[in-house]
């Protein structure tokens, strides 16, 4: 069985073969187009097309995928957006999930500042 890739608060970067997971208002905006044309009456949204194969989810609630069951978790500025316990529970998911010798690569803009 093909272990899983997932690229976690991907915005509008989905990579091919990967579970593309966001949370951003954005993102579900992109998968109810008719809500989101609503919205731009009313608001300033930029018209940016996005993908439709990204999975909305809020991984604050824990990752929805068996333990052992990830190859590899990209994550790129999404941490900072997590208050420290969120940050915390979001990493212990993210082991819980790797498989023995996973490879897991977060991006934030100033490590020692987060």
């Known amino acids: 069985m093909q272990k899983l890739k997932l690229n976690i608060g991907c915005g509008l970067t989905v990579l091919s073969g990967w579970v593309n997971i966001d949370n951003s208002l954005s993102a579900w905006l992109a998968k109810r187009s008719w809500l989101r044309r609503i919205c731009a009456i009313f608001y300033a949204i930029p018209n940016t097309p996005w993908p439709k ?61 987060y």
């Open 53 to 113: 194969n990204i999975y909305f989810y809020d991984i604050r609630k824990g990752l929805p995928f068996p333990d052992n069951s990830t190859e590899i978790i990209y994550s790129s500025h999404l941490l900072e957006h997590l208050y420290k316990q969120e940050a915390l529970f979001f990493m212990k998911e993210c082991y819980r999930v790797l498989v023995y010798g996973g490879v897991i690569r977060i991006i934030v803009p100033d490590l020692a500042k």
